[in-house]
């Protein structure tokens, strides 16, 4: 079973002041101070997306959702800024309810990002989607639509989800990245498009017993916002897996190097605080 206090006690021990505002909202949903948020809000550009570090000046698909995942876990989904970045995102979605970063970034975006790859496409679009999903009901004043699946965002994510369910194999797989899987299945999920996202969560319970905990982690979280149970067979094996790999200190190691090991701790007890 996973060691949710000595989690908490290594992010206590190792994380700095924004790391600590947010295990205080996760696990009791204390707000951070003004000047936490308004450091995690920097950067944004004035149409609503935030550039990446490897692109220069322009908003970048995949760094605005990164930039969302950390407001999300300062509870910050509401706030202006986060807004404007939803609206960003949903207007970048192609006519063929794709999305894909723009032309002038393909000297510099990596391979998950990279402008005109399939896999990288399919990937964005399970990112974005995926965020537009779990902002939906909570992003925007409320609209004459937002009783439906997806909230203000529901046209745009319910293409996002059958681009999504479209690309995927016979056998459940899907032509992409492992995280556009289970971040494909979550968009799927809230969709109440289950027999898709089911055939996802199957292979991916075949695959986790070889994800690293950066890996199991995100996909834990992922799936756990958007109301999947922790004790669905894929999170129980995901449970399991993280048991296995909590080290004696409590936190988890990152695939992005010791720096990044309270990250990876945080999405943990995010997935099963």
Known sequence: MVDLDAAIGFVVAHGDAVDRARLSWLRVGAPPQPAILDDAEVGQAADGGWPAIWGGDMASVDATCFRLAELDDLGALGRPAARRALDWLATRQRPDGTWEEDPSLSG??????????????????????????????????????????????????????HVFAAAMHSDGTWPSFLAAGWLGAAVLYRQEMYYESARIQVVLTDRVRDMTPSDVTAMASALRRVGLSADDTLLSAASRRLAQTQRSDGGWASDDGEAFDVHTTLAAIRAFR
């Open 108 to 161: 510099w975006a990596p391979p998950w990002a990279t402008p005109g790859d399939p896999e990288a496409t399919l990937y964005l679009t399970a990112n974005a989607g995926f965020w537009l999903t779990v902002a939906g009901h909570d992003a925007r004043a409320a609209g004459p639509f937002d009783q439906r699946v997806g909230g203000v965002y529901a046209g745009v994510v319910q293409g996002a989800a």
